[in-house]
Each structure stands twice: as C-alpha cells, then as structure tokens.
C-alpha cells in the first residue's frame, strides 16, 4: 500500500560541478536553495538585491542589471532615518541616500558578473500578486512596511509577465547564451492573500513557467513547488506558521535537487562537506574531555585535507578557537 504519490525527476544533462558558477534569485525559497550550495562550497551569487517575490519585479531587476540602468529615484523612500528603495528588497538600506545609490550599484555590478560568466542560473517564483502606489501606478518590489493605503494590490497577467522575462532574456543570451536558465515555482504559500487567491497565484506562475520552458531555449523547470503539493504533501512538512516547509521538507527537496543537477564526483564531495559540516554543530556535554579533542583533531585533519581543493579558513579557525579554549 502506497501513501504517497511519488513521480521521476528527468536528470538534467548540463551538470554542475565545484567548478561551475551559479546565479540564484527569487523567493526566499531561492534563498534556501542558494544557502544550501553556499554551505557546500559551491560558488554561488544569492539574491543580489535581496527576496523578490513577484516576476515582473525579478525580471526588471536584472534587465536593468544587464544594461546598467539606475533604478527609478522616484521610487526612493525615507523612513525612520533609513533610505529604502521600492524596486528592491528591504535588506539593502542606508542611513543616507548617496550610499543607498552606492550599495544598489555594487549589486547591480556584481549580479552583472555572475550572469555573464554564469554556468545555470536559478530562479523561483514567489507570487504573482503586485502592489502599485496609488500616488503614480508605479509597481513596487516591496512595500517596506508602509501604510497598506498607499498601495493597490493586483494579479498580474500571463502576458505581462512573459513581456519582462524576454526583455530580460534577450539581454541575457547575448552576453552569455550557454547559460541554462532553470525556473522553480516556490511551495512557501502566500496565505495572507488568501487561501484561493493563493492558488490562484502559484496556477498562473506554474502556467508561466511551463510557457516559458515551451517557447525559449535553454529554459527548463526544476518542480519544488510539486515535490511539496504532491509528494509530501502532508501539514506536518510544515513549519508552526503552516506556510514554510520545514527543514526536513527543505532536505527532502534539497536531496531531488542533487540528484537532478550534480554529477557523481560531486555527489561524493558534498557528501563529505556535510558530514563536516554535521560536525562542526556538535555539541559536546563535556568540551574538556579528551574524546572530544580528539573529535575536534580528526575533524580539522578531514578539513586540511579538503583544503586545496575547498575553502575551508573559516572553520579551520573555529576548530582551532575550541581547541584552544578547552585545552
């Protein structure tokens, strides 16, 4: 007797090795993904301009990467002593407008460098709703916690959304054309829009993704979204606010994902990472004891000799830090 459904993940055939350097943006799901590699010591730009929900604003964002335009200083924002921007994530702020401006470029510059020199670029849908002012009809990237007043919330259409992703394509395939461009439709629910609201959002961005794949070359989906609806399908893969999946839910995906997109050499060597990294969240009941030094002496040996290949200084000098503090 079968309990869950369960269906095959086709293995894509551009793989990713150590060696490969990656793009990931979207939704803090995208976030999770590109945290994951990171760990691994994968080289990977995440989210340059912080969590984008919304593809018009995803794809906007990295066609004016691409042709270096200043982002629209209509849409700047003071508030509480801090400058925001609209267009992008509240995460990239400064006390004073000139650095805000500075840290906007630096992202813009760096997103730029990663996409021209990018092996697979990543990106996950969140939603499709989109807040405009009222002031302007401008579109929003992110309210920054402003008075919902000031706002009008709406879906956006199929066609819109197609209309940024070929700008942004256009631009992308004729500085780096080899790059694969992977979609993923995020399975965190939106459920402060409602829940049929919800569905109706994530139907449009699965529908989106799908044209996308049929109509471009060299775009594919990775189907995070169904490994979460259809295969676990079940609340207690959710965390308490019973909209983000939990970090068993994560790894279950997490374990498609390598499997789709590493090849086997790979698969060994982040094998190995993670057990280093399982290591180094140890927590010892008694620090002093001499079992446990020679737990922190095996595991800087294990680090040393992934070291020339992998950077590994970081948590070197932590197993060094405990080993000199307990001794």
């Not at 459920?191 to 569905?199: A, F, L, R, S, W």
Request: aromatic share 12%; proline share 5%.
């Amino acid at each position: 007797m079968q309990f869950r459904t369960t269906f095959n993940i086709r293995p894509f055939e551009t793989k990713i090795t150590h060696k490969s350097k990656l793009f990931s943006m979207g939704s803090c799901f995208s976030t999770m993904i590109g945290e994951k590699l990171l760990e691994r010591k994968f080289n990977v730009l995440n989210n340059p301009f912080g969590t984008i929900f919304n593809p018009n604003s995803l794809f906007r964002l990295l066609q004016q990467a691409l042709s270096k335009s200043k982002l629209d200083p209509h849409l700047l924002l003071e508030h509480q002593q801090r400058f925001y921007h609209y267009g992008i994530h509240s995460s990239i702020s400064a006390k004073q407008e000139v650095q805000l401006w500075e840290r906007i470029e630096a992202s813009q510059t760096l997103a730029k460098e990663y996409l021209t020199h990018a092996s697979h670029i990543f990106i996950t849908f969140g939603t499709a709703h989109i807040y405009e002012l009222k002031a302007s009809g401008k579109q929003v990237t992110n309210c920054h916690k402003q008075p919902q007043s000031l706002f009008n919330k709406r879906l956006l259409g199929l066609e819109e959304m197609k209309g940024h992703f070929g700008n942004f394509f256009a631009l992308q395939k004729n500085i780096n054309p080899k790059a694969p461009i992977i979609l993923t439709v995020s399975p965190v629910r939106h459920t402060k829009d409602g829940i049929p609201e919800n569905q109706v959002s994530k139907s449009l961005l699965r529908v989106l993704a799908h044209q996308l794949e049929e109509e471009f070359e060299g775009v594919s989906y990775f189907p995070s979204y169904e490994l979460m609806m259809d295969d676990l399908r079940d609340y207690r893969f959710y965390k308490g606010d019973m909209v983000h999946p939990t970090p068993q839910a994560e790894d279950y995906i997490w374990g498609f994902f390598k499997e789709c997109y590493l090849d086997k050499s790979t698969v060994e060597n982040v094998q190995i990472i993670e057990g280093i990294m399982n290591s180094l969240g140890h927590r010892p009941f008694h620090p002093e004891s001499e079992v446990y030094q020679q737990f922190l002496q095996n595991l800087l040996q294990k680090m040393e000799r992934m070291s020339p290949k992998f950077d590994f200084s970081k948590e070197v000098e932590e197993v060094k830090s405990k080993l000199e503090t307990d001794f």
